[in-house]
Every structure is written in C-alpha cells, then in structure tokens.
C-alpha cells in the first residue's frame, strides 16, 4: 500500500484477498451508470484489518511517514492530520497472542 501511494498514485481502495495488499482503482469500483461504488461489507473483528488499521495508525505516530501520505494527498502536513486524527483515536486495542490456545485474541 505504501509503495502504492508513495509512487504518487491514489484514487483506490486497498483490498487484501490473499495476504497482499492489491490496489482497486475507484473508477473500476464505481459503475458508469450510478456513479456510485457498492458497499462492501467489512469484518472489522477480522485479523486482516486489525493489521491494517495497526499499521495506518503506526505510520500516523512516525513524522517521516506521516509526512510522506501527506505529500501523496497533496495536503499539508497539518492539514493531514487534523483530517485523519480521529481515526487514529479510534483504534481498537491490539490483538494479544493466547498461548494457552495458540490464537490471536481481543484483550478484555
């Protein structure tokens, strides 16, 4: 995903089938005729995207990556931020790993 927008491109949605983070053009997402993409259902309890959102949030906390969507979305760095932050306040707690049962687990 990074490599994806850091190569100066953007407009996707990042989809992860098969262990891969895959770029979908949103202009492959929405039909001509609507306009309009289809929703898609998320898992958000899912492993995949307890993944994903860890690794948005761990760039958010680095200047130097932060700094790099920024750039990529052509939008100041502040302006990135104050954007993007609520979603950084919204992270899950991570997932911990259960010994006992050899599984990931939500804490609590």
């Known amino acids: 995903m990074a490599r994806y927008l850091l190569g100066g491109d953007n ?20 039909p001509p005729e ?3 993409a289809k929703i898609r259902v998320v898992d958000i309890g899912s492993t995949r995207y307890r993944i994903a959102r860890r690794y948005s949030r761990d760039a958010f906390q680095t200047p130097h990556e932060l700094a ?8 100041s760095l502040e302006d990135f931020r104050d954007e993007f932050k609520s979603l950084v306040q919204l992270e ?13 687990t939500n804490p609590g």
């Open 68 to 75: 790099k969507f920024a750039a990529a979305t052509g939008i």
């Open 92 to 104: 899950p707690p991570p997932l911990t790993r259960d010994l006992t049962r050899g599984c990931l």
């Open 34 to 36: 609507t306009g309009r």
């Open 11 to 30: 407009a996707a949605m990042i989809s992860i089938p098969t262990e891969q983070f895959i770029p979908i053009l949103f202009n492959r997402l929405m």
